[in-house]
């Protein structure tokens, strides 16, 4: 939902009132009553509601951004190479015991 700004041209009165954009215009003033309260052109205000991501999430004195968790794994685990988690498919063959020839 959008942030207008509302002034009265006779008292000054300023505020800022959140509304439909369908909603229709504001023209009495809360303060002094007359119909002189009128919408301002300002830069584009709206309030984020819910649950994503904010420019404000990552602020702090880390520095930097983290990279997402994988799932299943825990800050705590380390990854370990392919070699040393899977056994190997090849076994070595046995070694057959020369024999003497006589």
């Given at each position: 939902m959008p942030i207008y700004a509302y002034r009265c041209d006779?008292?000054?009165?300023?505020?800022?009132?959140?509304?439909?954009?369908s909603d229709p215009l504001l023209t009495e003033c809360p303060a002094c009553g007359k119909p002189a309260f009128?919408?301002?052109?300002?830069?584009?205000?709206?309030q984020?509601?819910?649950?994503?991501?904010?420019?404000?999430?990552f602020r702090g004195g880390q520095g930097g951004?983290?990279?997402?968790?994988?799932?299943?794994?825990?800050?705590?685990?380390?990854?370990?190479p392919a070699t040393e988690t899977a056994p190997s498919a090849a076994a070595p063959a046995p070694v057959a015991a020369d024999k003497k020839a006589d």
């Open positions: 006779d008292c000054g009165f300023a505020k800022d009132v959140l509304q439909k954009i009128k919408k301002q052109l300002t830069a584009a205000g709206f984020l509601k819910g649950t994503g991501w904010y420019v404000t999430d951004t983290t990279a997402p968790a994988v799932a299943g794994t825990s800050a705590g685990d380390t990854a370990k």
